[in-house]
């Protein structure tokens, strides 16, 4: 049973870049996505993007497009999220979590679909 | 702000049912399928409901999940106090190309 072990909480300074690994143990990603969810303080859950590392292929949502950039490799079996331009806005603990994903063979898209397991969740703190 | 919208709250007594419900578009729950996960206090989410009514592996029977249209619910039946926890509604949106969660709602075991 595949296992998520993310990397320790990290405290940066404003404008600065932070790198988050995310490694399976137990298992690989396979042919799942690796999405990162992110949570601020005291709110809901937000969607930064995924990436699927078989082909490399990684999607961000809008609000992160320039700043978020996500990486996997393969041969170790571990996915990372690197977000630059950091801001107090950014405080939050960063998740990643193995997606199942739906293929569109019409249009040759792809979407994420469920997200299990978890990773234990890295605490990222910002400030000036 | 959330494109899926949930009640900040709810609440019931051991053994009662609770409903929560999930409203969205014809982007997001119209065309594709519901997911919810639940999050314990200071833990990471898990996956609770996939595509729409199927449980994980797991997952006790007294949680079931449904959809109409543009609207979701999940169903707690038989409240436990661990079932005291945050639950998120979440799936693809094709207008938004990217995947949303629900604002969350919190319930609480009386």
């Known amino acids: 049973q595949v296992q998520l072990v993310q990397s320790g909480s990290e405290v940066k300074k404003t404008g600065s870049s932070v790198k988050v690994s995310c490694k399976a143990s137990g298992g690989t990603f396979s042919t799942y996505g690796v999405s990162w969810v992110r949570q601020a303080p005291g709110e809901g859950l937000e969607w930064m993007g995924g990436?699927?590392?078989?082909?490399?292929?990684?999607d961000y949502a809008q609000k992160f497009q320039g700043r978020v950039t996500m990486t996997a490799d393969e041969s170790t079996s571990t996915a990372y999220m690197e977000l630059s331009s950091l801001r107090s806005e950014d405080t939050a603990v960063y998740y990643c979590a193995r997606a199942a994903l739906t293929y569109n063979y019409d249009t040759s898209g792809h979407s994420y679909n469920w997200f299990d397991p978890w990773g234990q969740g890295t605490l990222v703190a910002v400030s000036s | 702000q959330s494109v899926l919208t949930q009640p900040p709250s709810a609440s019931g007594t051991p053994g009662q049912r609770v409903t929560i419900s999930c409203s969205g578009s014809s982007t997001n729950i119209g065309s594709n399928t519901v997911n919810w996960y639940q999050q314990l206090p200071g833990t990471a989410p898990k996956l609770l409901i996939y595509s729409n009514n199927q449980r994980p592996s797991g997952v006790p029977d007294r949680f079931s999940g449904s959809k109409s249209g543009t609207s979701a619910s999940l169903a707690i039946s038989g409240l436990h106090s661990e079932d005291e926890a945050d639950y998120y509604c979440a799936g693809w949106d094709d207008s938004l190309n990217g995947y949303v969660f629900g604002t969350g709602t919190k319930v609480t075991v009386l």
């Open positions: 990436i699927i590392p078989i082909f490399g292929t990684a």
